[in-house]
């Protein structure tokens, strides 16, 4: 289980690590296992879709267990498939690098995806956050 407590320092390691690198604004969004939010911010700025895209990577990791990015690599030569994931998950997938997986024990609890810089420094405030 991933507490809300738990979720919360993951958003914040991700923001902290968006400051250092003084990108965004940034959008944030941290899942459970269900694929139910947790903690989601948006921080000032931030131009309205970003949440979207966090959540979109977050739930399409979750939703296939894997990264976001290596759901777009997987399926980068195959995107009739992946158009039909994006529709069956009604939108909620999008498969580029800034969504990656939260486990304990060896065990996924959930997701966090983030938007707001390039898609390689997303995932590197994700993994931070996860960190």
Do not use: H
Request: with cysteine; net charge neutral; proline share 3%.
């Amino acid at each position: 289980m991933l507490t809300l407590q738990e979720a919360q320092i993951i958003a914040d390691n991700a923001l902290e690590k968006a400051r250092s690198l003084g990108v965004g604004p940034m959008g944030i969004a941290v899942l459970d296992a269900r694929g139910q939010v947790k903690v989601m911010l948006q921080e000032d700025g931030a131009p309205l879709m970003r949440n979207d895209i966090a959540f979109g990577k977050a739930w399409g990791a979750l939703g296939m267990g894997y990264s976001s990015r290596t759901l777009g690599t997987r399926f980068a030569d195959r995107p009739q498939f992946m158009n039909s994931l994006i529709a069956l998950a009604g939108g909620n997938f999008v498969p580029v690098a800034g969504g990656v997986l939260i486990k304990k024990d060896g065990r996924v609890v959930g997701a966090v995806g983030v938007s707001g810089a390039t898609s390689d420094e997303d995932e590197l405030c994700a993994v931070e956050g996860v960190r």
